[in-house]
Nanobody
Framework: QLQLVESGGGLVQPGGSLRLSCAASGFTLDYYAIGWFRQAPGKEREGVSCISSEDDSTVYADSVKGRFTIARDNAKNTVYLQMNSLKPEDTGVYLC??????????????????WGQGTPVTVSS
């Protein structure tokens, strides 16, 4: 079965850290650009970060730049999103998506071949 599965979400205090995982089964992530998105209650889905398939170049939303890091581990067929210095406004369901693109230009709007089911992140004291 071809699918993406996110994990690693949870409840964390402001200033804390989480590492989200996006694991693929049934296909190889090497050839896909991977995007991370989040959706907060009552808000539109927001693009958070992307890592390209061509050279692992990365893109971040201004709201997470300097705090979040995206990376891939091809041996584990997994992409990670390390989230540090978390803020309450980072709360939401985080989803990963895979698209057969070489770079991340336009990652917020491009079509993706696969989506995960999401993992919830709550930042609260």
């Amino acid at each position: 079965q071809l699918q993406l599965v996110e994990s690693g979400g949870g409840l964390v205090q402001p200033g804390g850290s989480l590492r989200l995982s996006c694991a693929a089964s049934g296909f190889t992530l090497d050839y896909y650009a991977i995007g991370w998105f989040r959706q907060a209650p009552g808000k539109e889905r927001e693009g958070v970060s992307c890592i390209s398939s061509e050279d692992d170049s990365t893109v971040y939303a201004d709201s997470v730049k300097g705090r979040f890091t995206i990376a891939r581990d091809n041996a584990k067929n997994t992409v990670y999103l390390q989230m540090n210095s978390l803020k309450p406004e980072d709360t939401g369901v985080y989803l990963c998506a895979a698209g057969q693109y070489s770079d991340c230009s336009g990652y917020r709007d491009m079509g993706y071949d696969y989506w995960g089911q999401g993992t919830p992140v709550t930042v609260s004291s």
